[in-house]
């Protein structure tokens, strides 16, 4: 499965963004997805996750209220919608997949995209 994330860029605090993950070279259907960041110096974080089927969503305390993930499994395509953007937000975000299971840790995750620099400014 390769996994191919967009839509980042450089926005104002308070203001929206939404990153896509697209994914192709296998079923999609039954594919957990998750999105997690890496700001600079620190480690790679989870932010959100989403069942395959769609029904269970999962997120960080700290984004919770703010973003919000979908999947449009016609499309093969994951969706991080960023609300209310922060300046702790600016990171380089992952989608991330598998068929294993699904929850916050790396470690349920087989299939890495190649990131997305998203840069909040005051």
């Known amino acids: 499965v390769q996994l191919q994330a967009s839509g980042g860029g450089l926005v104002q605090a308070g203001d929206s963004l939404r990153l896509s993950c697209a994914a192709s070279g296998s079923t999609f259907g039954n594919f957990n997805t998750g999105w997690f960041r890496q700001a600079p110096g620190k480690e790679r974080a989870f932010v959100a996750a989403?069942?395959?089927?769609?029904?269970?969503?999962y997120y960080a305390e700290s984004v919770k209220g703010r973003f919000t993930i979908s999947r449009d499994n016609a499309k093969n395509t994951v969706y991080l919608q960023m609300n209310s953007l922060k300046l702790e937000d600016t990171a380089i975000y992952y989608c991330?997949?598998?068929?294993?299971?699904?929850?916050?840790?790396?470690?349920?995750?087989?299939?890495w995209g190649q990131g997305t620099q998203v840069t909040v400014s005051s």
């Open positions: 991330a997949g598998g068929y294993r299971g699904l929850g916050s840790s790396r470690g349920w995750y087989d299939y």
């Open positions: 989403i069942r395959w089927s769609g029904g269970n969503t």
